[in-house]
């Protein structure tokens, strides 16, 4: 019976020492896996901050491409332009036709003028030349109402006679075919008319034809 009891005592004292160096075994296990885990983990959050730092890369992009102007955008500024520059062409041609046909305008009407002037001049030689007794009579009368008929639709359409004598000469408007000297006047002063000179509002149509003293 000892001898038996002997050998279960040393059963149970190797089977103690076997769990034992299990449990050894096993909480060195713990700590290895552990140690492995650690850089798992922190190679986990470099992945994070990584994927942070990726999404606020995309971010800036989408915000960059925003702020480039949509091809919509620039065709739109495009034809807004073409619109502003091609009003001003046409505002610049209508402005430039409008003075070319004042001009024209101004040009025919003096044009008229002057063939007209001559039938003018025609009418005063021809009153001129009335008598003091031919004066009373209805025909010497009808022709001087036709005459201030005629000069007043002359210088209702802009035409107006060239003030010479008494005033001092200016080749501008006037055309000096004589030249004498008289102490009755100062001078470059103009003392007779020969042919009256007529303006169209600001134009001359023609000269005065006179003869200037001093």
């Known amino acids: 019976m000892a001898e038996q009891n002997m050998d279960e005592e040393k059963i149970n004292t190797e089977e103690t020492q076997q769990n034992a160096e299990t449990a050894e075994a096993t909480e060195q296990t713990v700590e290895d896996e552990k140690v ?4 798992q983990e922190a190679e986990g959050e470099e992945g994070t901050v990584s994927e942070e730092g990726e999404e606020s890369k995309d971010k800036k992009s989408f915000f960059k491409k925003k702020e480039k102007k949509d091809k919509k955008d620039e065709k739109i500024d495009e034809l807004n332009d073409r619109l502003i ?10 402005k430039r036709t409008e003075r070319e046909k004042a001009q024209m305008f101004e040009i025919g009407a003096k044009d008229i003028v002057e063939k007209i002037l001559p039938v003018v001049d025609n009418f005063e030689r021809g009153l ?18 036709v005459y201030k008929q005629m000069m007043k639709c002359l210088e209702d359409a802009g035409v107006k006679p060239i ?3 008494g005033k ?4 501008n408007f006037h055309n000096a075919v004589m030249h004498a000297e008289d102490e009755n006047f100062g001078e470059n002063i103009i003392a007779e008319e020969f042919q009256k000179g007529y303006l169209y509002r600001d134009s001359v149509v023609r000269h005065s034809m006179v003869k200037v003293v001093n």
């Open 36 to 39: 492995q885990d650690t850089p």
């Open 85 to 94: 520059r091609t009003m001003a062409e046409f505002d610049n041609f209508r």
């Open 128 to 145: 001129k030349a009335v008598t003091e007794e031919e004066k009373d009579g209805a025909f010497v009368q009808g022709m001087e109402m």
């Open 163 to 165: 003030e010479a004598v």
């Open 168 to 171: 001092e000469f200016d080749p």
